[in-house]
């Protein structure tokens, strides 16, 4: 496909078809973009069309970050990102954009849960024995009832970052315990936990922050949506329309400002100038550039000691004898995490253990033979999931070499403080899920991308 | 041939036209809205000829209650003020934006999506 006629006939703007003669704000200037992620892909579009010329840098050999469908496993499962909100405006402008498909995921065929190896089935849970949730709360799964049990005080989406919010930014597990909940029930609410690798690390606040979102997601009453084909292919068409061809296997080690430019080099000696470079990687990769000048010390040690949330996802197919659906989800209070059932065929399932923090390391020190005993005991227990196991791939995000873990899980305290790690340092920018403010995840980062932009334009034009 | 027909149009019709900064602000909006009627529909509603406009009056337009049940209109005023924090504006609205522009950039864009008949709607055939 023609890539600038495409984009001129669709005419996302107004100034580039209309106006061909007006002055850019970005001709002449040079910006480096690291990182192909969605807020990288994302500010080199918007730059692109704002007249900059864009050099796009990757580490690795594929675009989309923590976008990433499997696509050599049967049923083709998402290993990263997996939904996108009704809310994800500038998500759902690129695909409608570039053409790409999207569709409600498949309708949930019903939930579960296993609990020191006994299978209720969600409807029976408020009556079962096994459930020893505060009774006001006990009609609703684990982590609905720790989100059900935050405090509100949030309005708006990007509140959590406000001064008059910071009281709640202390430790998780000191709030649950000032409940007086079991320690049983603290256990719970530790598991599946996607926002700290224990009860202890996880703010509050950021809890309340993704509760906000999501009851104001769930209040628009429209679907979430996913990428037909794989989300892979948002990232992938977001690539294709760029001008700009992407440097694959350029990891960055240093950055050097001078007073006229910019210089960045890669871990194999290579070196790109430009007049602003944008940071669009996460903290975990950030960590290893050496800036020259040497960043505020604040942002080095945010940029530091910020920790990333652990996930694993096992992912394995059954091949059955038999076409009875299993429940679409199981959650677990041991190292499974929760378990993802997706039909691929008739007689067979995809299943996605999915683990989360700390239970991590637990699950990768067991050796493969264990792994698939612990989950064969597991699968024996639920209705509909008996058959032949096959082991496919461990999708473990921290130990991915540029990602280290899939989103920023904000030490308690910090949060008052990571505004400095938007702000621009003489030539360098920053964008990335970690940045974003009324969004997290994959809006986060096309949010973040919007707000860098808008600063290097300010600063260059 | 067509790449020189959008190109003579557009000497035609550029007596005013936006320039890439104001474009930049644009983008504060256009990823979940459109601001000319040739646009693709975003998630949130049209922008064009949103001066004026009573607010939550689009018709087919699925409104939060808190746009739908609001009663004023859209002028320089009150998008000033909803640009600058939407959710306090109307708490419940399905808007979820930070700002980060400047004052001085607010008033820019105020300009331009009042004058959106003139500069940014595209010249027709």
């Known amino acids: 496909m023609q890539r600038r006629p495409f984009l001129q006939l669709l005419g996302m703007t107004a100034a580039t078809a209309s106006c061909p003669l007006a002055v850019r704000a970005g001709r002449g200037k040079r910006v480096v973009v690291i990182g192909a992620g969605l807020a990288g892909l994302s500010a080199s579009y918007m730059l692109e069309r704002l007249g900059y010329d864009v050099v796009l840098l990757e580490a690795t050999q594929r675009v989309g970050g923590r976008v990433r469908t499997l696509d050599n496993i049967k049923g083709r499962p998402e290993g990263g990102a997996n939904v996108l909100g009704p809310n994800y405006g500038r998500a759902i402008a690129y695909a409608k954009t570039l053409g790409v498909k999207l569709s409600p995921p498949p309708r949930p065929r019903g939930s579960g849960l296993l609990i020191n190896s006994t299978y209720i089935p969600s409807s029976d849970w408020s009556e079962s024995t096994k ?4 009774s006001h709360l006990n009609h609703w799964m684990p982590d609905q009832a720790r989100t059900l049990m935050l405090p509100k005080a949030l309005v708006g989406s990007s509140d959590w970052l406000s001064a008059d919010q910071q009281q709640w930014d202390y430790s998780a597990l000191r709030f649950f315990q000032e409940q007086g909940l079991d320690a049983e029930v603290l256990d719970w609410f530790a598991r599946n936990n996607s926002y700290g690798n224990s009860l202890e690390d996880t703010s509050l606040l950021n809890l309340m922050r993704v509760s906000e979102s999501i009851q104001t997601a ?28 992407i440097v694959f296997g350029a990891a960055i080690s240093e950055y050097e400002a001078t ?17 602003a470079v944008l940071f669009a990687i996460p903290l975990t990769t950030l960590r290893d550039v050496l800036f020259q000048p040497k960043l505020p010390s604040l942002v080095a040690e945010l940029i530091a000691r910020t920790h990333y949330h652990k996930v694993l996802q096992s992912h394995w197919t059954l091949n059955r004898d038999n076409n009875n659906a299993p429940p679409t989800v199981v959650w677990t209070n041991g190292p499974l995490g929760r378990l993802f059932f997706n039909r691929v065929d008739d007689y067979t ?7 989360n923090g700390n239970d991590v390391d637990y699950w990768r020190a067991l050796r493969r033979q264990t792994q698939r ?6 699968m024996a227990k639920i209705p509909n999931a008996s058959g032949v196991l096959q082991h496919d791939i461990d999708m473990d995000w921290v130990e991915e070499p540029y990602q280290k873990g899939v989103w920023a899980s904000w030490l308690p305290g910090d949060i008052k403080h990571i505004h400095t790690l938007k702000h621009a340092q003489g030539r360098a920018f920053f964008a990335g899920e970690h940045t974003g403010a009324s969004y997290s995840g994959m809006e986060g980062a096309l949010e973040s991308a919007e707000r860098a932009v808008l600063q290097i334009d300010r600063a260059l034009s | 041939m067509k790449r020189l027909a959008v190109f003579l149009l557009g000497l035609a019709s550029c007596n005013v036209c ?23 529909e975003g998630i949130g509603p049209s922008l064009v000829d949103i001066v004026n406009r009573p607010a939550g009056s689009l018709p087919d337009y699925p409104y939060s209650k808190a746009l739908a049940e609001a009663n004023f209109i859209w002028d320089i005023g009150t998008l000033r003020v909803w640009i600058q924090h939407s959710e306090r504006m109307r708490p419940g609205t399905f808007m979820r934006y930070h700002n980060a522009l400047t004052e001085a950039e607010i008033d820019r864009l105020l300009n331009l999506l009042s004058l959106s008949e003139n500069i940014l709607n595209e010249p027709t055939q």
């Open chain 1, 131 to 134: 459930n020893i949730l505060p």
């Open chain 1, 218 to 245: 769930i209040a628009m009453r429209q679907p979430t949506l996913v990428v037909t084909g794989g989300n892979s292919r948002l990232p992938e068409a977001m690539a294709n329309a760029l001008k700009t061809k």
């Open chain 1, 259 to 275: 007073g006229s430019e910019a210089i960045v080099r890669t871990r194999q000696g290579e070196e790109f100038r430009a007049d």
């Open chain 1, 349 to 355: 399932v995809h299943v996605n253990a999915w683990i």
């Open chain 1, 373 to 378: 005993q612990t989950l064969e005991k597991a």
């Open chain 2, 18 to 40: 936006a320039s890439t900064s104001d474009q930049s602000l644009m983008q504060a909006c256009t990823g979940c809205h459109a601001v000319r009627a040739s646009d693709l």
